[in-house]
């Protein structure tokens, strides 16, 4: 299956998360990844770094948009000395002309696109050819439908970091991508690394110790543990979120993901976009809920199999 990745890697982890279990996967070919929110063209690095680590570096990277379509500024990088240690990020400015072509011969090669960043270079490419994200499958982590069940964080659309940092593009990408799955915040909740997966990524490989090492560090900066003890459905030794990977995860077919196919509009209230029911919108799959143990058991062997390799 072929694959094109678009991220605002080396942010939060699970970006690193997500690109590892795509490259641990089996059948899968990445034909190219772009990087977002990426200014000084240091997430393109990081990311060529970790293409070096896992001995792929022969994928094509290119540097995407810096600032949303409006020209924001969006998000910001951690400690390197916490997340990768001696691992060295040579940086990769360059124009995001580079990003859209990349994007654009991906579509033509008829990859999947999945986003795992703001969707602001989906909308660069919906406005230099459009109609282009209308011939591609497109699979976007990100998205406000439904609010979380029951003993999980009582979060809003707010929250939804991908969708809110660059609604233009959000909204762009949505009336564009007919293909179009939503890998929904609430309906990815249940998916988890933790700390009782700490072990097993270490004995990995050098892949699984980096992320460990990330995810640790990742926990220790917002207390994540402390967010698991207070809610229920949430285990004691959460280190993060697996967002990211199940929105490869689904892009891949994973069985393990319920979906529903719902008409939808995009609204904006208050400066938040998010998609409400509406017999008249686009249909569009949404992501209602995963099995998260087995999305765990499989994402930890497409680690160990990327590290085995």
Same mark, same amino acid.
């Not at 990768?84 to 995001?96: H, I, M, Q, S």
């Given at each position: 299956?072929?694959?094109?990745?678009?991220?605002?890697?080396?942010?939060?982890?699970?970006?690193?998360?997500?690109?590892?279990?795509?490259?641990?996967? =089996?059948?899968?070919?990445?034909?190219?990844?772009?990087?977002?929110?990426?200014?000084?063209?240091?997430?393109?690095?990081?990311?060529?770094?970790?293409?070096?680590?896992?001995?792929?570096?022969? &994928? =094509?990277?290119?540097?995407?948009?810096?600032?949303?379509?409006?020209?924001?500024?969006?998000?910001?990088? =951690?400690?390197?000395?916490?997340?990768?240690?001696?691992?060295? !990020?040579?940086?990769?400015?360059?124009?995001?002309?580079?990003?859209?072509?990349?994007?654009?011969?991906?579509?033509?090669?008829?990859?999947?696109?999945?986003? &795992?960043?703001?969707?602001?270079?989906?909308?660069?490419?919906?406005?230099?050819?459009?109609?282009?994200?209308?011939?591609?499958?497109?699979?976007?982590?990100?998205?406000?439908? *439904?609010? =979380?069940?029951?003993?999980?964080?009582?979060?809003?659309?707010?929250?939804?970091?991908?969708?809110?940092?660059? &609604?233009?593009?959000?909204?762009?990408?949505?009336?564009?991508?007919?293909?179009? *799955?939503?890998? /929904?915040?609430?309906?990815?909740?249940?998916?988890?690394?933790?700390?009782?997966?700490?072990?097993?990524?270490?004995?990995?490989?050098?892949?699984?110790?980096?992320?460990?090492?990330?995810? &640790?560090?990742?926990?220790?900066?917002?207390?994540?543990?402390?967010?698991?003890?207070?809610?229920?459905?949430?285990?004691?030794?959460?280190?993060?979120?697996?967002?990211?990977? %199940?929105? !490869?995860?689904?892009?891949?077919?994973?069985?393990?993901?319920?979906?529903?196919?719902?008409?939808?509009?995009?609204?904006?209230?208050?400066?938040?976009?998010?998609?409400?029911?509406?017999?008249?919108?686009?249909?569009? /799959?949404? %992501?209602?809920?995963?099995?998260?143990?087995?999305?765990?058991?499989?994402?930890?062997?497409?680690?160990?199999?990327?590290?085995?390799?």
């Amino acid at each position: 299956m072929r694959v094109h990745l678009d991220t605002d890697f080396a942010g939060d982890t699970d970006d690193a998360a997500a690109l590892a279990f795509l490259l641990g996967s =089996p059948d899968v070919d990445i034909v190219g990844i772009t990087t977002v929110a990426d200014p000084d063209g240091r997430r393109a690095g990081y990311v060529h770094a970790f293409l070096e680590l896992a001995g792929r570096s022969g &994928i =094509p990277v290119a540097t995407g948009a810096g600032a949303s379509v409006a020209g924001a500024a969006m998000g910001d990088l =951690p400690d390197h000395d916490a997340y990768w240690g001696d691992v060295e !990020c040579v940086p990769r400015p360059a124009p995001v002309d580079d990003a859209v072509a990349l994007m654009t011969a991906s579509i033509d090669a008829g990859a999947t696109l999945i986003g &795992i960043g703001p969707y602001t270079n989906f909308a660069l490419v919906e406005a230099a050819r459009p109609g282009a994200l209308d011939e591609a499958r497109v699979v976007l982590m990100g998205g406000w439908v *439904t609010p =979380p069940a029951a003993g999980f964080p009582p979060w809003g659309a707010s929250r939804d970091w991908n969708a809110q940092c660059d &609604i233009g593009a959000t909204v762009s990408v949505f009336e564009s991508a007919r293909a179009l *799955t939503l890998a /929904t915040l609430p309906g990815t909740i249940a998916a988890h690394l933790r700390g009782a997966h700490l072990d097993r990524l270490r004995a990995s490989g050098p892949i699984g110790a980096l992320l460990a090492r990330q995810a &640790i560090a990742h926990e220790a900066e917002y207390d994540v543990r402390a967010l698991g003890r207070a809610h229920a459905a949430l285990p004691d030794d959460l280190l993060n979120f697996q967002w990211d990977p %199940v929105a !490869c995860a689904v892009a891949l077919g994973w069985p393990g993901a319920t979906t529903e196919r719902l008409p939808l509009r995009a609204q904006i209230d208050g400066g938040v976009v998010f998609f409400v029911p509406d017999g008249s919108g686009t249909p569009t /799959t949404i %992501v209602t809920a995963v099995d998260g143990d087995d999305f765990a058991e499989l994402w930890l062997r497409a680690i160990e199999e990327l590290d085995r390799r």
